[in-house]
């Protein structure tokens, strides 16, 4: 996983908790999913980067 992926999986995931935050303040349901959704995405993101770093090592 290069520096540059995790960079932008870490800002994916701090935008998330920001939305999901936000949507808890604002009593928005909608927001705060999203900000859910969006963090889940980049763990997931992240997980596929290992994945694939795995294989490239053996």
Known sequence: MGA???MENAGEK???KAKEAAG???DNERLEAEGKGEQVKS???GAG???KDAFKND
């Open 4 to 6: 540059d992926d995790k």
């Open 14 to 16: 701090m935008a998330g």
């Open 24 to 26: 808890k303040l604002t």
């Open 43 to 45: 763990d997931l993101k």
């Open 49 to 51: 980067e290992k994945v």
